[in-house]
């Protein structure tokens, strides 16, 4: 079956622009995690949905937002963008939350914020 | 506050030589433990995992250890081979829930022919 499909794949944007990310889970996964991956930090989670609702959230500040769809389809949104929000976003999707069950990953979408 | 650490960045191994990536963590919740591979431009990729009611899974090449009372795991992989070289990420999940997985910086894993 299909894995984890982001888009896009690559991404430059200008500093104060702001960017939309997609990530379709794998079919009848139904929880999707953001990660955000930087050399120096590694990954650090972003956000968790579940049924179209945030169901936790990371350290991150306000200007990186999230939803998720009825489809288990989810977006991620980071507004004004600064040059430190170059990364590899990855998301993740899981059958459940909770339960011993792993997660498994997209290829990610290198965002360059110049 | 790391709360997963895995202290060594990179490890070169022979092939065909046992390869083993620790891993230490400080939150006694934690329950649920993963180690993923990554290679370069790609998402991780979901090898093996270890609940905290057992201190031992084997799958293949690869067996995770855990050893709760020093908050310790490790994956062995025996024999080491050229395709295993890639970044190992080890992660811990609290109270089941696999969305929120905490992750260590990695760990560059090199085999050589």
């Known amino acids: 079956k299909a894995g984890v499909t982001q888009t896009p794949r690559y991404l430059i944007k200008t500093r104060g622009q702001q960017v939309t990310l997609s990530c379709s889970p794998i079919?009848?996964?139904?929880?999707v995690s953001w990660y955000q991956q930087t050399p120096g930090q590694g990954l650090q989670f972003l956000f968790e949905y579940f049924s179209e609702t945030q169901r936790n959230k990371g350290n991150f500040p306000g200007r990186f937002s999230g939803r998720q769809f009825s489809n288990s389809r989810s977006e991620m949104n980071v507004s004004t963008l600064e040059l430190g929000d170059s990364a590899l976003y990855l998301c993740?999707?899981?059958?459940?939350?909770?339960?011993?069950?792993?997660?498994?990953f997209g290829q990610g979408t290198r965002l360059t914020v110049v | 506050d790391q709360q997963v650490k895995q202290n060594s960045p990179s490890l070169s191994v022979q092939e065909g030589r046992i390869s083993i990536l620790n891993c230490d963590y400080t939150?006694?919740?934690?329950?649920?433990f993963l180690w993923y591979k990554k290679y370069p431009a790609e998402g991780p990729t979901f090898l093996i995992s270890i609940s905290s009611i057992k201190d031992k899974n084997e799958d293949g090449r690869f067996t995770v250890f855990l050893n709760k009372s020093a908050k310790h795991l490790s994956l062995h992989i025996v024999p080491s081979q050229p395709g295993d070289s890639a970044v190992y990420f080890c992660a811990a999940s609290n109270g089941g829930s696999q969305g929120n997985l905490i992750f260590g910086k990695g760990t560059k894993l090199s085999v050589k022919p």
């Open positions: 993740a999707s899981s059958r459940m939350r909770q339960g011993n069950t792993e997660a498994f």
């Open positions: 079919s009848g996964h139904r929880s």
């Open positions: 939150n006694s919740m934690f329950d649920y």
